[in-house]
């Protein structure tokens, strides 16, 4: 008994030799967002996004002694945290997936996060879950949890600094009725009144209803010269917006992260004239290096596209320092690869990144996004604005 049990930890102790000195063929990653549910316009660029920094380290054959990258997609519904906590689980005990890119909603992230990723030891790295309560959970998360979007309480403070510049002082605020869009109301409402502006109501709206006609009723009695909607582009937002236009309500907006997409100008067009906007995004230079790198492949423009590029590739990259594919081995160089010191890294350099950590040296990841990791493990952020003008969406600067 005593030489099977020998030789039984021996086979084991070879096994994870050969995983710790990067042997394995295959690192599986699991994109989980929601494919179906408010955001879904979104999604499909920002997978594409974190699935094309997969195929440009698997064609480097650099990664691990040539690994394999592979993505494993799991719809997050972005709403019900049932139902994405059962699609991490699938990913994570049937998939047997090295590393989580997503959630994207802030909801199901920290679902996500408490029920599978934690208990399992995966690493977690979302490119879009912006709740300010996600900072945190760094405290207890052993140390998985990461996210290459800003939090909302620096999105409070550029909303507020967007109205403010444009001598708007009294605002009305609907929030989608869940953890990002409460987390975002709360967060812009302290920062506008400390800059001696008025919120004159913050009011909560449930997604999924076909008449938000009581909603805009009892934003319209507050008043206020614009209305900010923190809700979503595909569902109870634009369904606001449509109310507060067709009853004349309110006839310019300002939109934050949620609401901004391809599909906000199809749905309003010119309607949406004088509103305002703004989400994370890259600065002109980095938006430029990322486009030239997706060359028409998808709209790399879109929200949280190039974060989703960013958060795929911190985990290649952490890999690679580390030198494993097990999460609790590569967990602690997440945020050694995304800071300085070290070679710093854009779009298209997965190849160089991944030699020059072979090769024993350091590197800085700035990526698509200008990425800087802060204490909590997320990213510290820009914002591109947007002022509406002839139904298109116009850069007006970056923040």
Known sequence: MKKKLLATTAAALMATTALADGHANEVKLGVILGFTGPIESLTPQMADGAEMAMKEVTDSGLLLDAATVTPVRADSTCTDSAAATAAAERLVTSDRVDGIIGADCSGVTGAILQNVAVPNGVVMISPSATS??????????????????????????????????????????????????????????????????????????????????????????????RLVVAGYVDQGGSGVVRAALDSGAFDTFHFPDGMISAQLLENFG?????????????????????????????????????????????????????????????????????????????????????????????????????????????????????????????????R
Not at 190 to 203: C, D, M
Not at 320 to 343: L, R
């Open 132 to 225: 300010p309560g996600l900072s945190h959970a760094n405290n207890e998360d052993n140390g998985l949890f990461f996210r290459t979007s800003p939090s909302d309480a620096r999105q409070g403070v550029v909303i507020t600094e967007i109205l403010m510049d444009q001598g708007i002082k009294e605002v009305a605020v609907t929030y989608t009725n869940n953890d990002y869009g409460k987390g975002l109301a709360d967060s812009f409402q302290t920062s506008f009144e400390a800059a001696g502006g008025t919120v004159t109501i913050n009011a909560a709206h449930e997604d999924g209803k076909a008449d938000y006609s009581a909603e805009v009723g009892a934003l319209a009695s507050a008043g206020g010269e």
């Open 270 to 398: 010119s309607e949406i004239d004088g509103s305002s906007g703004a989400h994370p995004s890259p600065s002109e230079e980095l938006a430029e290096a990322f486009g030239a790198l997706v060359d028409g492949a998808f709209d790399h423009t879109s929200p949280f596209t190039p974060e989703s590029y960013d958060a795929a590739a911190l985990i290649m990259l952490a890999m690679q320092a580390a030198n494993s594919k097990d999460s609790n081995d590569y967990k602690t160089k997440v945020m050694d690869v995304a800071n300085a010191p070290g070679e710093p890294i854009g779009v298209g350099e997965l190849a160089k990144a991944l030699q020059i950590i072979k090769d024993g040296g350091d590197v800085d990841y700035v990526g698509a996004t200008g990425v800087e990791l802060l204490g909590p493990g997320e990213a510290a952020g820009n914002y591109r604005e947007i002022n509406f003008e002839g139904g298109e969406d116009k850069t007006a600067r970056f």
